[in-house]
Every structure is written in structure tokens, then in C-alpha cells.
């Protein structure tokens, strides 16, 4: 079936470090490839997404691309925040949202 | 746009006790709701989906007598947890759809932290 591995955490970085977090799918369709932020006590928010090979999601300085070759979809920001502490999640839709473990990253000031 | 709420934000039962968790979509038509569960420093997991009007299809391993889930309107699905034990806390979260396919968006309420004592 499918499935999303996500780098496991914790992750700390300094302000203004570079942040990548791998993660690489196994799906027998074309699904949607999808990147959620979950702040402590709260729900999911979409950070970005990409429906197809070769796409690039952004938002809020971060970026991922759609690798259909690598099956992958890595999450970059080039200067971290300390607004950016939170839990990460990739996921793959493929008429149903399957997640990754999540990634805990910690920025310190 | 887009926004999804849950109700309550925080709830505290008593073992034995059933409880009921509302989930909105406030400003669309969500024709699909998903229930999550998650555990501390873990994943979400899928409980069920559930489209409006018909009757809820749930993951492997959920027992449909305990999570019972109702998507009366295109606005609103409940998830009541019946004969609540201490093993069922947990954070609950729901999700909203206006269409369905490979590439359709879920839009995530703030979650319910239930615990059950």
C-alpha cells in the first residue's frame, strides 16, 4: 500500500540555519504529495503541496519538489525562524492522506 | 478561506461516559469529513471517512459500535466515542473536503483533546 518515510527527529537548529527534512513515498498510483505544520495544541495546517512530477510547492520561505525519479518530496528553508518550532508531517494523497511519522524541529534563538 | 472547527477544543469524561465531538466546515460544502486520531509525539492516524448522507467507512481496526460518526449536513460530522475508557484519550481531529480525487485538499480543524478518567 502506500506509504510516506519522513526523517525522524528531533531536529534543533539555530536561527537562521538551513533546514531539510527527506521524505520519500511508495505508491502504485500518481498521488499528491503534501507537507503539514502542526503547532503545539493544534490541528494540521497545509504548509504546501504539489500535484505533479517536477512541482514545486512554496510557501513562507519553505520549498519542496515533486521527484518522481527519487520518489521524493524534501522540505528546504533556506533561514529558519524561531516561529518555525513545530512538528512536520509529509503526506501523500492518493484519494486518501497517509502520513508520515512527523519531524519534531526545534529552532533556538 | 476554508476553515474548519471543532467543538469542544477540550473535553474531560468520566469512564463509562459517552461524549460527542462536532466538526464544521464554516465557510464550504464539505461532501467528505475524515476522523484522525493522534497519539502523543506520533502520527495522525485515519479512523474513518464519511460522506454526507451515507453511512461512515471505517479503517481497519476501528470499531464502528464505539466511534460513532454522523455526516448529516455538508457542514457538519460528529464523532461520539460511546462507553468512554481512559484508553480512548487522545487528540482527535477532524478534516474537511469539497471534492474527492488524487489531488483534492483537506482542510484540518484544531483537534478535541479528550481524556477519559
Known sequence: ?109 | GAVVSQHPSRVICKSGTSVKIECRSLDFQATTMFWYRQFPKQSLMLMATSNEGSKATYEQGVEKDKFLINHASLTLSTLTVTSAHPEDSSFYICSASSSGGRSYEQYFGPGTRLTVT
Open chain 1, 1 to 109: 500500500g502506500d506509504s510516506v518515510t519522513q526523517m525522524e527527529g528531533p531536529v534543533t537548529l539555530s536561527e537562521e540555519a538551513f533546514l531539510t527534512i527527506n521524505c520519500t513515498y511508495t505508491a502504485t498510483g500518481y498521488p499528491s504529495l503534501f507537507w503539514y505544520v502542526q503547532y503545539p495544541g493544534e490541528g494540521l495546517q497545509l504548509l504546501l503541496k504539489a500535484t505533479k512530477a517536477d512541482d514545486k510547492g512554496s510557501n513562507k520561505g519553505f520549498e519542496a519538489t515533486y521527484r518522481k525519479e527519487t520518489t521524493s518530496f524534501h522540505l528546504e528553508k533556506g533561514s529558519v525562524q524561531v516561529s518555525d518550532s513545530a512538528v512536520y508531517f509529509c503526506a501523500l494523497n492518493d484519494y486518501k492522506l497517509s502520513f508520515g511519522a512527523g519531524t519534531t524541529v526545534t529552532v533556538r534563538a
